[in-house]
């Protein structure tokens, strides 16, 4: 049986270099399954990542296990894969992959390659795990920070135990935001948990693997959010849980909850679901705000204007795309170099105003429904890392990047190899 189905770009939810396979393909046989991919756009599209449901994985290869299981591109290379566990609670007695979600795995397409395909197959000893690109982990060592990195750039942000007031004597740090750090890194291997066995101090300089030169202090940092009414930014507090659901080689998905705060009478918390993909400087964040009393608020997504480090003489540019709903800073630095930071907003793209300003932050505005996802897009690149290295590749990169999200790939799927 050879049953094919080509997925249009619309019937797959948008995000940062992603594809879905169509819920209605089939397959009946062990034959390999085969993956075409197709692209639409003329740039390169490195680490693409390509998302396939467990459930036609498991239609075309019955029983297949993830431990015995080989992606291969046209050329037959076996490649790093991954296969998220939506449901670890889940039982499975015969075996057909209930609790799983995803099959995950990447393309580098170059600059006019319109397609490739992959083979996926059973195998008959074990497949090794993979070298993670991707990390994310709760910090309680750290006053509950929360940290998350991939091979380009790191994270953080604040935890109940930051916030928490400092006993008499204590020294104990205080600080109360909603903000997200950067770590700038200027390896591709993991480094948050290296970096926080080192000590607070070490990472504040650049002892070779990267720094942690961000100023976040209450402000949005990058890519925090908060609810604007015209002309004030209402914002919660450090995080308040947090729940890890995928964690590499690939991709990391995670989610932070923040209780509820007054936004100019309006109650409103936050979850964040958080998707890092290997080979990106920006991650993909899902922001579901939940309200009553209004059928809409606007979200204020921020930027700290005032980014770098204290002593570094700093001078930031910004630039405002509407046509993309992407605000892309770069800060020009005495001594640390320089570095670029951006977010992208696709919900903001078009709109007649969607830029503001308050004392701290630069922000993009985007509507937002109760319990109703708003996806952006954020993150950043440090000259020193050697990829990116002046003002107009990271422009470039951003705009390559927003061009990637109003065009995903494409997949179809076929039995037989």
Not at 46 to 63: C, D, F, G, Q, R
Not at 150 to 178: F, M, W
Request: include cysteine; aromatic fraction near 10%.
């Amino acid at each position: 049986m050879n049953l094919r189905l080509s997925l249009l770009a619309a019937a797959i939810p948008a995000c940062l270099a992603c594809a879905g396979a169509s819920a209605s393909d089939t397959a009946s046989s062990g034959a390999p399954l085969r993956i075409t991919v197709t692209n639409t756009l003329d740039i390169a599209r490195p680490s693409e990542t390509i998302v396939v449901p467990w459930s036609k994985i498991n239609a075309a290869l019955p029983h297949a296990l993830v431990q015995k299981l080989a992606v291969k591109d046209a050329a037959g290379r076996a490649l790093p894969y991954q296969v998220t566990n939506v449901a670890p609670e889940a039982k499975d007695p015969q075996n057909v992959g209930v609790a799983y979600g995803d099959l995950i795995f990447q393309h580098d397409f170059q600059a006019g390659e319109k397609s490739a395909t992959f083979t996926v197959e059973k195998t008959d000893t074990i497949t090794q795990p993979f070298p993670t690109k991707v990390f994310a982990r709760y910090v309680p060592e750290r006053l509950d920070d929360f940290a998350w990195e991939n091979d380009k750039v790191a994270h953080r942000t604040y935890g109940p135990a930051l916030e928490a007031p400092a006993p008499a004597g204590s020294g104990k740090e205080v600080l109360r935001t909603s903000g997200l750090d950067i770590w700038f890194k200027r390896v591709p291997y993991p480094i948050v948990d290296r970096w926080y066995n080192k000590g607070h101090d070490h990472y504040h300089h650049d002892e070779g693997e990267g720094i942690d030169m961000y100023n976040v202090g209450g402000s949005r940092g990058a890519g925090g959010t908060g609810i604007w009414d015209g002309k004030t930014l209402y914002v919660g507090g450090n995080y308040k849980s947090w729940k890890v659901i995928a964690n590499g080689p690939v991709r990391a998905i995670f989610e932070l909850s923040y209780d509820g705060w007054d936004a100019a009478g309006t109650r409103v918390s936050e979850v964040k679901r958080f998707t890092v993909d290997a080979g990106h400087y920006l991650d993909r964040i899902d922001s579901t705000f939940t309200f009553a009393g209004a059928p809409r608020l606007t979200v204020g997504i921020g930027l700290n204007k005032t980014p770098a480090d204290k002593g570094q003489d700093a001078k930031v540019g910004a630039v405002e795309n509407k046509a993309d709903g992407s605000l892309v800073q770069w800060v020009g630095q005495r001594s640390n170099e320089d570095f670029g930071v951006a977010v992208i907003v696709p919900a903001a793209a078009g709109a007649a105003q969607p830029f503001a300003t308050d004392a701290r932050n630069s922000l993009v505005l985007a509507p937002a429904t109760s319990g109703q996802p708003l996806r952006y897009y954020v993150g950043g690149a440090w000259t020193r890392a050697g990829e990116i290295t002046s003002r107009e590749q990271w422009q470039r990169y951003v705009a390559d990047e927003a061009a990637r999200l109003r065009a995903p790939v494409t997949v179809s799927l076929a039995s037989g190899g």
